[in-house]
């Protein structure tokens, strides 16, 4: 009898390991195994709440402040809303204490849509992706958990300098690929994909001089497709996976991804990169914000700013 129940749990102890260590194989990690990991020298945390002043307010030990728009934008280029250029990168890479060998896990408060921003640009400039992980429900969990913040400021010096050839231009596109691909029709292999809320892809809601969407483009909203809405979790793969290919956005097409500025498309690149194992996915960085301003571009359910 001893013998049976000590093979339980045996058996409940592989289950459990099993699927804690599936989830930090892939993009996701959960956080438990965040918790078990909080003292890893060798672990970078990497907060990016929505709002400025939410990091000094509370957050997970350990943890080092990004700032969304001031980290992981160029202010540089117009729009300002594109991916930050390799300088930037590189001294904010220092500032985080983070090399090439840092397992990086970024969080936030709003859906995975800021980490998923920071972990893309990580991506681009070519961090090894099996380093680069998410906190499944971001901070919400943490604190469902009962697991403890601070509001003691983290900072760690980096071990040695980070290193890259610079980005990887193929995971981006620009407004010309997408007029000629897509818009013009030259490339029937390619399919545009609008993460924004529906409001915002019809014209209702309007945030740039001009609502509306790119011709062609099918909307998914990146977040209610792949997200719980109250615990902010990821949905189970097959689920998320549904709600795209049922309104076209298929794995044997190219998936061109867009939002308003380049982090509700991040977070579906993520999720369609990452999560469901789509093989080539690319971002339109410019975004609405840029298409929206190019006045000559056309656009569908257009309204005009009064």
């Keep these: 009898m001893r013998g049976k129940r000590l093979l339980i749990v045996s058996l409940l102890f592989v289950v459990v390991f099993s699927a804690t260590s599936v989830m930090a194989g892939g993009i996701l990690v959960s956080a438990d195994w965040l918790k ?22 509370g957050h997970i030990p350990n943890a080092v402040k990004v700032i969304r728009h001031v980290d992981l934008e160029d202010y540089t280029k ?20 983070i090399d090439n060998n ?24 070519g961090h090894d992706v099996s380093k680069l992980k998410i906190l499944d429900g971001g901070i919400k969990q943490w604190k469902k958990k009962g697991y403890p913040v ?3 400021p983290f900072h760690f010096k980096q071990k040695k300098p980070y290193m890259t050839k610079g980005p990887n231009l193929n995971l981006l596109v620009s407004w010309q690929d997408v007029f000629r ?21 019809i014209g209702e809601n309007i945030r740039a001089i001009r609502g509306g969407h790119i011709p062609g483009a099918i909307n998914v909203t990146g977040v209610d497709a792949a997200n719980y809405k109250e615990s902010q979790l990821y ?33 579906a690149y993520v999720v369609l990169k990452h999560i469901l194992g789509y093989p080539d996915v690319k971002i339109y960085e410019g ?11 056309p ?3 257009e309204v005009w700013v009064k």
């Design 299 to 301: 656009a569908e359910d």
């Design 36 to 57: 078990a990991h909080l003292d890893d020298p060798n672990i970078r945390i990497i907060d990016v709440q929505n709002k400025p002043d939410s990091y000094d307010k």
């Design 287 to 297: 975004a609405w914000k840029e298409w929206a301003a190019l006045t000559a571009l």
């Design 78 to 97: 117009y729009p300002p809303n594109k991916y930050p250029g390799m300088e930037q990168f590189i001294d904010l890479m220092e500032r985080l204490g």
């Design 181 to 201: 691909d897509v818009v013009q029709k030259q490339r029937p292999d390619v399919v545009l994909h609008d993460a924004r809320p529906v409001a915002e892809y």
């Design 235 to 267: 949905k189970p793969a097959d689920e998320i996976k549904k709600a795209f290919t049922s309104a076209g956005i298929t794995p044997d097409k190219t998936v061109y991804t867009y939002c308003h500025s380049s982090d509700r498309a991040a977070h």
């Design 150 to 152: 601070t509001t003691k």
């Design 102 to 125: 840092t397992t990086v896990v970024a969080y936030d408060d709003h859906h995975g849509i800021f980490a998923s921003r920071m972990i893309f640009v990580m991506e681009l400039y």
